[in-house]
């Protein structure tokens, strides 16, 4: 009897063929099914985080009232720019500066106005593109100079004001817009020419950006701490959100920036560095709680809306003016320790 298969049964044996296909077919489905389920693992766990991180954005927002999203994508916008204008045009920042100015000029004088103060937006603004152009391409003692010029305009400017409009105002009250219009200029635009005077210095560029850096890492260690560790109120009459263990957090990010910015840089020793970063963190804690007390007279939150999550252009600015004033004296005072 022969053991060869017969006709039949090699018809329903399937070929080699056949069985690899059909083993090919079931390997490929496999593998699809891996993947859906692996993109469905995904999308849940990006669904879930996604959720987590909206319900603390709006635990933030609840107790700072900024929208953290919105906040960190204006902010990155304008770090790139101002990062993109120092490293290959200079004067593409001393542009990108002057029409700031001109924007925190402009929204303080209106908040000034809307509390009730007497404040002549046309010489304030004006005198902005006369002096962040002259830190550009003055001396500094010719700037001195368009200091007093400036301020003289200025309060000339009130008191005719004040004549033309004959509107009974108290003698205390126009002394009191005379000041406050005197201050106004030597707030935004003079400390913004002096920002000017430093950019304009052999790689002063590398010091604009290392101030502006520290002034961001300080108050983003500030934000970041008070809103983890804040317990103990640092000044409640002027800010009550603000606690020392922020003001901790802001001096160690501002240490560790300066160090760093000092040795990666500016080309200065580590100490010189920690110098730096102590100053500035100063300069730009006193801008902000400065600030804050200004604005806590006018009875307002922020200076404007224009910068979604942040408030206005002057909210961005109230750390960095002063600090830099205090960059331009240290870069006279390090800058020969520079290594070469």
Not at 67 to 90: P, Q, R, T, Y
């Amino acid at each position: 009897m022969s053991d060869a298969p017969d006709e039949s049964e090699l018809r329903k044996a399937p070929s080699p063929t056949t069985r690899a296909g059909r083993s090919g077919s079931d390997s490929s489905a496999a593998f699809q099914e891996h993947v859906r389920q692996a993109r469905s693992d995904l999308e849940q766990q990006v669904a879930h985080a996604r959720d987590q991180f909206g319900e603390a954005n709006e635990r933030i927002k609840q107790r700072t009232g900024r929208d953290l999203i919105v906040a960190i994508i204006i902010g990155l916008a304008i770090g790139v720019v101002v990062i993109a204008s120092l490293i290959f045009f200079k004067w593409v920042f001393a542009i990108f500066a002057l029409a700031v100015a001109v924007f925190g000029t402009f929204e303080l004088c209106r908040a000034l106005q809307v509390s009730g103060r007497k404040v002549d937006i046309v010489p304030q603004v004006a005198f902005v593109f006369v002096f962040v152009p002259a830190g550009f391409f003055l001396d500094l003692w010719a700037l001195w100079v368009l200091v007093f010029v400036d301020i003289a305009v200025v309060i000339v400017w009130r008191v005719l004001g004040q004549m033309t409009a004959q509107d009974g105002r108290r003698y205390g009250d126009v002394l009191s817009d005379v000041l406050i219009g005197a201050l106004v200029q030597l707030y935004v635009p003079f400390l913004g020419s002096l920002a000017m005077v430093l950019l304009r210095q052999d790689g002063g560029q590398w010091w604009v950006l290392s101030f502006i850096i520290i002034a961001v890492a300080s108050d983003t260690g500030a934000y970041a701490t008070g809103l983890a560790f804040g317990r103990t109120p640092m000044a409640p009459r002027i800010s009550p959100k603000k606690t020392w263990e922020g003001f901790a957090g802001a001096v160690a990010a501002a240490l560790i920036a300066g160090v760093l910015l000092a040795w990666l840089m500016i080309g200065l020793p580590w100490w010189a560095g920690l110098i730096l970063g102590a100053v500035i963190v100063v300069t730009a804690t006193a801008g902000d709680l400065g600030e804050s007390m200004l604005k806590r007279d006018l009875g307002i939150k922020d200076m404007s809306s224009w910068l979604p999550g942040h408030g206005g252009v002057l909210d961005r600015l109230d750390s960095i003016l002063p600090s830099a004033a205090a960059a331009l004296a240290l870069f006279y005072l390090l800058s020969p320790l520079g290594v070469a």
